[in-house]
């Protein structure tokens, strides 16, 4: 059953603990709520409040239980828990705008913040000085960075941003990653930080992207109402655009090799699959119908409704027929057969495969 849990008024970020039993989110401001799960109901924790401005990013280590921050005062915080209470260490980003998103790498050693300063940092822990410092990269970079993603072999970082292309570089740091380990890929052996690796130009800004569980697959949403997919398991890459007649997606989760559920301003999950071609197969949130204005509302209100929006049943009209009531920004796997999502209607929605028909 679907869980539905009104948590602020909006909410810009989340990201889970390991266990899934804590979510820390961005109520839309400068601070990060760590609430604690207990069945389908959420306790407030902990709130911090090291940022200045709206925190635009969060990600959660589940190796090493570290919480990664970023905002728009363009800094970066890393949190580590001891003595039971979290502890900011500042990141050396070294940027002049926003920090506009960030990411573990899947062996959690580094991180990456993308930004409206027109490069991408990745960061990594400086044990002689012990603080955490960055190396950027800005190669044919023309605006803000949006989205950030990293392949599952901790070194290829695909990158998409308002210059209406996505990006597949290098961020192999020296003393962390093992050249042996990498071996050839889909996009070259030759590695050093920094190196653009391929590009491809869309006709809209990139909102999000992901890679696929095996690598093997790339996709992204664009502002144009457009998902592409893009097939790289070899060095032969495909590149497949499929268009919708919803409105723009803002973010998108594999579900598997084969699913991708994307969101946004629909406020309605959307499925697309792969046979043979990836193609639109459905919106997943059922209709619960239109609700009816309360019963023995005062005649005011009722003239009101009629004369502002045209009907009788007014009140009726402000509400969506889906379970999220505003845009949704952000969609997370929870686990193998659970999604969480979060928008700006201040709902974090816990939904079952099964009740997306999945």
Not at 8 to 22: E, F, L, Q, V
Request: aromatic share 10%.
């Amino acid at each position: 059953m679907t869980s539905i849990n009104r948590l602020a008024i909006s909410i810009t970020a989340h990201a889970w603990n390991g266990d899934r039993s804590k979510v820390a989110l961005c109520p839309n401001n400068n601070e990060v709520r760590i609430y604690i799960r207990k069945g389908n109901e959420f306790e407030l924790e902990t709130t911090l409040q090291e940022h200045d401005s709206v925190v635009t990013g969060i990600d959660w280590g589940s190796k090493t239980n570290r919480l990664v921050t970023c905002s728009q005062d363009r800094n970066a915080y890393v949190w580590s828990f001891e003595n039971n209470a979290w502890k900011p260490t500042l990141v050396i980003l070294r940027i002049n705008r926003a920090a506009t998103a960030v990411q573990w790498s899947p062996k959690e050693d580094k991180f990456a913040v993308a930004s409206g300063a027109k490069c991408l940092c990745v960061c990594y822990f400086e044990k002689d000085n012990s603080w955490w410092v960055s190396k950027q990269f800005k190669d044919k970079v023309e605006s803000t960075l949006t989205s950030i993603a990293w392949h599952p072999n901790n070194v290829l970082l695909a990158a998409g941003g308002t210059d209406n292309t996505v990006r597949v570089v290098s961020g192999f740091v020296k003393g962390i990653d093992n050249r042996e380990e990498i071996g050839k890929t889909a996009f070259g052996s030759k590695l050093p930080f920094g190196t653009l690796l391929a590009s491809w130009s869309t006709n809209a800004w990139v909102k999000s992207v992901k890679w696929s569980p095996s690598g093997n697959r790339l996709a992204w949403v664009t502002h144009d109402s457009v998902t592409h997919f893009l097939e790289c398991a070899t060095t032969n890459h495909t590149h497949q655009s499929v268009s919708s007649p919803f409105l723009p997606f803002q973010d998108l989760e594999f579900i598997d090799e084969n699913r991708v559920i994307a969101v946004g301003y629909d406020a309605n999950p959307t499925l697309f699959s792969f046979s043979g071609t990836w193609k639109l197969d459905r919106q997943c949130d059922g209709k619960k119908g239109a609700s009816k204005a309360a019963a023995g509302e005062g005649a005011k209100k009722f003239f009101q409704d009629k004369a502002t929006l045209g009907s009788e049943e007014g009140a009726a009209d402000r509400e969506l027929d889906t379970v999220h009531q505003n845009c949704i920004s952000v969609v997370r796997k929870l686990d193998a057969t659970t999604l969480s999502t979060s928008g700006y209607d201040g709902n974090l929605v816990l939904w079952p495969l099964s009740s997306l028909g999945l």
